[in-house]
């Protein structure tokens, strides 16, 4: 987003799926939203509390020198529930998803003609082992990817290390591709890579999850892909 807005203000909708790290520390640091123009309308789960009270606990001194309400331009934070929102012109249906530590919510977004879904982190072996071994393909998930262009989904680990890893809270490739079928998805996109994973491990992942899905395309997500919606 940053360079596409080539040194402008942000103005618009940001959606947490939750509250972990590494997927709110960025935002301070995000130049196009932390500015004097900047319009930013920030949605997380619900969980009982004020948003960036929820948010400042890991973002306020003495972890950090600022709270969240104090990010330049006009901050405003809002709780998220279950349902289908219009945001930023988009259709943006809400689900929540098992994942360890906090609530979780999975993404459905549709221009009306094209649609993704975004389930960047996900433990569906909380609900089950399903048919697989990889967890169950429920009821959320299903709702979810049902038919969309591009199902994102995490893919954080190989078949191998699930029953060592997997109480971190994560999912497999194997999974994703799984899901896309059940769902009738066009296409998976592999996300949350497993932070020491090299270059080379990620092409013999993406290699082992395209010969399980036969004819349904399989790529991995990296900086700066851009992909094309509406194709077929």
Known sequence: VAPLLNGA????????????WDHTHGLPFFGAGDHPDAEVDLYLPAQGADPEELLGRGMSPPHFPIRPAQLRGCWRFHALDEGTFTLGGFSVTAREIPHKGGRTFGYRVSDGATALAYLSDHHPLSAGPGADGFGEYHDAALALAADVDVLIHDAQYTAAELPIRGHFGHSTADYAVGLAQEAGAASVVLFHHDPPRTDIEMDELVASAMRRAGSLP???????????????
């Open 9 to 20: 203000a942000f103005r618009g909708a940001i959606v947490l799926r939750h509250l972990h």
């Open 218 to 232: 399989v790529s991995a997500a990296m900086a700066d892909m851009t992909i094309q919606l509406g194709a077929r």
